[in-house]
């Protein structure tokens, strides 16, 4: 059995910072599950392309609002505490935060290692150093 508290993986190399967001990578690929969940918190007042070529990703919105436009048929979907959208096709997308920051549990499929940032493209690589 694995356990981890928030605290905890906040107060390590599991946090990875960016200028618009910051997320609390629980777990990892070396954890062996599949997948990896991660507890993001997106800034107030910004803008991220994103879009993950190698990764699947389900997003659940805990607090905070914002929107996602998906880029192909310029649709926007409102984000708010409920909300779970689902990047089911590789999505190429723009992640708003909208007037307070938006707290985000997300699941990815491959898992990241640990060290991912989204390079000029918006992706995350399929290899990164791993979180030990």
Same mark, same amino acid.
């Given at each position: 059995?694995?356990?981890?508290?928030? !605290?905890?993986?906040?107060? #390590?190399?599991?946090? =990875?910072?960016?200028?618009?967001?910051?997320?609390?990578?629980? *777990?990892? +690929?070396?954890?062996?599950?599949?997948?990896?969940?991660?507890?993001?918190?997106?800034?107030?007042?910004?803008?991220?392309?994103?879009?993950?070529?190698?990764?699947?990703?389900?997003?659940?919105?805990?607090?905070?609002?914002? !929107?996602?436009?998906?880029? #192909?048929?310029?649709? =926007?979907?409102?984000?708010?505490?409920?909300?779970?959208?689902? *990047?089911? +096709?590789?999505?190429?997308?723009?992640?708003?935060?909208?007037?307070?920051?938006?707290?985000?549990?997300?699941?990815?499929?491959?898992?990241?290692?640990?060290?991912?940032?989204?390079?000029?493209?918006?992706?995350?690589?399929?290899?990164?150093?791993?979180?030990?």
């Amino acid at each position: 059995m694995i356990v981890r508290t928030l !605290e905890e993986c906040q107060n #390590s190399e599991r946090r =990875v910072d960016s200028e618009n967001w910051s997320s609390v990578r629980m *777990l990892l +690929k070396d954890d062996q599950m599949g997948f990896s969940f991660h507890i993001t918190t997106i800034y107030a007042n910004t803008e991220t392309p994103i879009h993950y070529q190698n990764h699947l990703e389900s997003v659940y919105c805990m607090s905070g609002n914002g !929107e996602v436009e998906t880029l #192909s048929d310029g649709k =926007v979907y409102k984000i708010e505490a409920g909300t779970l959208y689902i *990047l089911d +096709k590789h999505d190429n997308h723009l992640l708003r935060g909208g007037s307070e920051d938006m707290k985000m549990a997300c699941v990815f499929n491959p898992p990241l290692n640990g060290k991912e940032v989204h390079d000029e493209n918006g992706v995350y690589p399929l290899a990164a150093e791993a979180v030990t």
